[in-house]
């Protein structure tokens, strides 16, 4: 049986962002429409929060310390060393400064050190997101386009594999990463059924098996690399919204959940939506890439 923790009762509109820091042996994560990151050390069960000025959709780490954040109004760097890290902040710029009404959501790294993220319309509704690729350099290239709300980025762990959600479509993609960053063959690699909820964020373990949040599907789902269901994990909250390993084997699996749009009767029917959970998988992760520039 697979035991479920919940370790941060946060009640996030929308947790997301999951990222273990392993140096650190700490996950960080935000809560989008709180305006706040958030560092959970498990050892020690010590949690510490800060406030940021926008709504941010990811947090990044930086090879040379310190993180990239997604915020509303474009990417910057922050270090969350000083006590005031919303007052720290450095501007990358961009990308779509130009679409005030879209937003950075899910975004990582690759081993080559590149940014891979995506923007979407924040009022959910409009195909105005796109997938960027940001390079060492600053530079942001647009590498797909018309989606709705973008989710994801995962990497096979070849690197010859970029996997991207389409979430209103609950199609999740597959293409093909050149040592470049150039992008082909895009695909249909996996479809979520009406009934399980629409694919959120999602990560890639050693054996290259993609682990797959549902959001409104009350589940984490493992597919094997041809996109067959390999296991499920029924969750206690239905918002599923984003997972990554960590632990001192990287083999803890970190899920974060969402309040947003739960009414009175619902919440009551899941008081533990937007917590952040712990789940021992004993299956063994991957570190995170992290960004040269």
């Known amino acids: 049986m697979t035991t479920i923790s919940q370790v941060w009762p946060e009640g996030a509109l929308l947790g997301e962002g999951t990222v273990w820091i392993e140096e650190e042996q700490a996950l960080y994560w935000v809560n989008i429409k709180g305006k706040s990151v958030h560092r959970y050390h498990p050892e020690s069960d010590n949690r510490q929060s800060?406030?940021?000025?926008?709504?941010?959709?990811?947090?990044?780490?930086r090879t040379n310390g310190g993180f990239v954040a997604g915020l509303l109004s474009g990417l910057y760097f922050i270090d969350l060393a000083n006590d005031d890290p919303g007052g720290e902040l450095e501007p990358l710029g961009g990308p779509e400064n130009d679409i005030p009404g879209n937003r950075i959501n899910d975004g990582k790294a690759d081993a080559a050190g590149r940014i891979w993220l995506g923007t979407m319309d924040n009022e959910e509704r409009d195909p105005t997101g796109a997938l960027y690729?940001?390079?060492?350099?600053?530079?942001?290239?647009?590498?797909?386009?018309?989606?709705?709300?973008?989710?994801?980025?995962?990497f096979s762990p070849d690197g010859e594999t970029l996997y991207h959600t389409?979430?209103?479509?609950?199609t999740?993609?597959?293409?093909?990463?050149?040592?470049?960053?150039?992008?082909?063959?895009?695909?249909?690699?996996?479809v979520i059924a009406d009934h399980q909820g629409w694919p959120d964020g999602m990560t890639t373990d050693a054996d290259g098996y993609l682990w797959v949040a549902h959001f409104g599907g009350w589940r984490v789902t493992r597919f094997d690399p041809d996109g067959a269901v390999d296991q499920v994990i029924d969750m206690p909250v239905g918002q599923i919204t984003n997972v990554a390993f960590g632990g001192a084997?990287?083999?803890?699996?970190?899920?974060?959940?969402?309040?947003k749009q739960l009414d009175e009767d619902a919440l009551a029917?899941?008081?533990?939506?937007?917590?952040?959970?712990?789940i021992p998988v004993g299956i063994k992760g991957r570190l995170p890439g992290r960004y040269a520039g």
């Open 50 to 61: 800060w406030d940021v000025p926008e709504e941010i959709g990811t947090l990044i780490p």
């Open 269 to 278: 029917k899941q008081p533990l939506a937007g917590a952040l959970f712990e």
């Open 133 to 154: 690729r940001i390079d060492a350099d600053g530079s942001q290239h647009v590498m797909d386009s018309d989606y709705v709300i973008t989710n994801g980025p995962a």
């Open 172 to 190: 999740i993609y597959a293409f093909d990463l050149a040592a470049n960053g150039s992008l082909a063959n895009k695909r249909q690699h996996i």
């Open 249 to 259: 084997n990287l083999d803890t699996l970190y899920v974060t959940s969402a309040a």
């Open 166 to 170: 389409d979430t209103l479509k609950k």
